[in-house]
């Protein structure tokens, strides 16, 4: 079964405390992608990557960095967390492809609360 | 970016057919109509794409009109497990998916 696992499921941190948030998938896909959820908000893109050490900006990438080292790991960085920070985070990859058939996988979620 | 519009909610009968409309009337020629789902405290789950034609897979069904500037996804026989809330998405060569806020369907039993 493949899938996309993030490693944290539940975190609490302080303000101004760095986060790491971190995204495994399993299926060689080229393309990883973060988003936060918030009620009424849906889903917004913060980073994407569509190769290793390769990182695009989403919609609000405002106070998050990524790294991505390897192909199968991308992680997001909170440098210094804020409460408008508190959210649900979802990590999501695909494969590359030329045209649109760009079928993501998601994980569970990592939800943080910022104090 | 394309848009969609979904409405906000619907609901359906279990064992009933349920028809969840999107509009699309920006859509360019290359974009892909996806359609995701998201149950209850899990994150988005694949459900079905389609660029022109009519798509049939074991989840649901894709009509797509035939300007493309609307689909419905159809699920053939609602169950209580489908009760989620439905993303209509196009996907184009940005290789990124904008997320709406979706339809929350609610199925009744």
């Known amino acids: 079964d493949v899938k996309v696992t993030q490693s944290s499921r539940y975190l609490v941190k302080r303000t101004g405390e760095k986060v790491f948030l971190e995204c495994v998938q399993d299926m060689d896909h080229e393309n990883m992608f973060w988003y936060r959820q918030d009620p009424g908000l849906g889903l917004r893109l913060i980073y994407f990557s569509y190769d290793v050490k390769m990182k695009e900006k989403g919609d609000i990438p405002e106070g998050y960095s990524v790294s991505r080292e390897k192909k199968e790991r991308f992680s997001l960085i909170l440098e210094s967390a804020s409460t408008n920070q508190t959210s649900m985070y979802l990590c999501a990859s695909s494969r590359r492809t030329l045209y649109g058939a760009n079928v993501l996988t998601f994980g569970a979620g990592s939800r943080l609360t910022v104090l | 970016d394309a848009k969609t519009t979904q409405p906000n909610s619907m609901e359906s009968n279990e064992e009933e057919p349920v028809h969840l409309p999107c509009n699309h009337s920006t859509i360019s020629g290359t974009d892909y109509i996806h359609w995701y789902r998201q149950l209850p405290s899990q994150g988005p789950e694949y459900v079905i794409h389609g660029l022109t034609s009519n798509v049939n897979n074991r989840m649901a069904s894709l009509a797509i009109a035939e300007d493309r500037k609307s689909s419905t996804l159809i699920l053939h026989r609602a169950t209580l497990r489908d009760a989620a809330v439905y993303y209509c998405?196009?996907?184009?060569?940005?290789?990124?998916?904008?997320f709406g806020s979706g339809t929350q369907l609610t199925v009744l039993p």
């Open positions: 998405i196009l996907d184009g060569s940005a290789r990124q998916l904008t």
